[in-house]
């Protein structure tokens, strides 16, 4: 990822940098996608069958790259390779010592992810528990969520910045994903449930513009650098947030379902 995000804006006009970003987002909801489905029907002729199929498509990706995907970068831009600015830490400090304006940005993306992360590692014991949800509706909700992300991403993200800007593009969006997030909790059912989590993907737009922004701060050369530092700030969040969000919803979990500590009152726990 922190390959590909360099990429793409290596490749890619300053102008044009926040829809692509959305396109990448994109691809990866429409692989997930596919997954999904692929691995469900592999798993019913052989248990080793998804994985062998994923290596096979893995192993295609890797002959394109190496023979037919051209270097992004001209010589004269590649920064040496060095220890420091490759671990996660100095990755995160390297970037901050050289751009101290990313600080804020990066930080912000630290606080949002670690939430983003908190809320998915429960998010099926949460509807389980909450809503009674059964595997086959989560099968539904998450190819719901990656056919609207994928809408979303291409189609949404470079009108919304012709209409309102990038500054209002970035703050719209994520103002409605706060409020999304939000009612997602204070969600009574399962259908307004869902009805918050889209409103939480229509404030998706604001992440291909901040990518856009933040990769304007940045010499051409140091595009990877901030790819990696990203990458390393989200890994820390996988660490931090699973631990302590599944702390809080084990403490409410063990009572009633439709009591407001654990989202919102409710009269049914169905879909």
């Given at each position: ?14 102008e ?7 396109y ?12 999904f489905?692929?691995g ?12 062998w199929?994923a290596a096979g ?6 002959l394109?790259?190496?023979?037919f ?6 010589r004269?831009?590649r920064?040496p390779?060095?220890?420091r600015s490759?671990h ?16 804020p940005?990066?930080?912000?993306v630290?606080l ?7 809320i ?11 809503f009674d949800?059964t ?15 994928i ?5 949404l993200?470079?009108r919304?910045?012709r209409?309102?800007g990038?500054?209002r593009?970035?703050?719209g ?10 009612a997602?909790?204070?969600a009574a059912?399962g ?9 939480m ?15 304007r701060?940045?010499?051409?050369s140091?595009r990877g650098?901030?790819s ?6 989200i890994?820390?969040?996988?660490v931090?947030?699973?631990?302590l969000?599944?702390l809080m919803?084990a ?6 379902p439709h ?8 009269s049914?726990?169905?879909?």
């Amino acid at each position: 990822m922190s390959a590909a995000t360099a990429y793409i804006a290596d490749v890619t006009a300053p102008e044009q940098r926040a829809a692509r970003f959305g396109y990448l987002t994109a691809a990866l909801s429409t692989g997930a996608a596919a997954g999904f489905l692929i691995g469900g029907f592999a798993g019913e002729v052989g248990i080793r069958t998804p994985f062998w199929i994923a290596a096979g498509v893995a192993f295609v990706n890797l002959l394109y790259a190496f023979f037919f995907l051209p270097e992004s970068l001209a010589r004269e831009h590649r920064a040496p390779l060095k220890w420091r600015s490759i671990h996660p830490i100095g990755a995160v400090a390297g970037i901050w010592r050289d751009y101290p304006i990313l600080k804020p940005w990066q930080c912000a993306v630290l606080l949002m992810n670690f939430g983003a992360t908190g809320i998915n590692s429960i998010f099926v014991l949460y509807v389980t528990f909450r809503f009674d949800w059964t595997p086959r509706i989560i099968g539904f909700y998450a190819t719901f969520v990656m056919l609207s992300g994928i809408a979303i991403q291409t189609g949404l993200v470079s009108r919304t910045i012709r209409l309102l800007g990038e500054r209002r593009a970035l703050l719209g969006g994520i103002g409605l994903q706060i409020l999304a997030t939000a009612a997602c909790g204070l969600a009574a059912t399962g259908s307004l449930f869902v009805a918050s989590v889209f409103l939480m993907l229509l404030g998706g737009v604001a992440e291909p513009v901040r990518q856009a922004i933040n990769n304007r701060i940045i010499g051409a050369s140091d595009r990877g650098r901030l790819s990696g530092s990203e990458r390393s700030i989200i890994s820390l969040n996988g660490v931090i947030a699973p631990t302590l969000f599944a702390l809080m919803f084990a403490s409410v979990a063990t009572g009633d379902p439709h009591a407001l500590a654990v989202g919102a009152r409710s009269s049914s726990r169905r879909f």
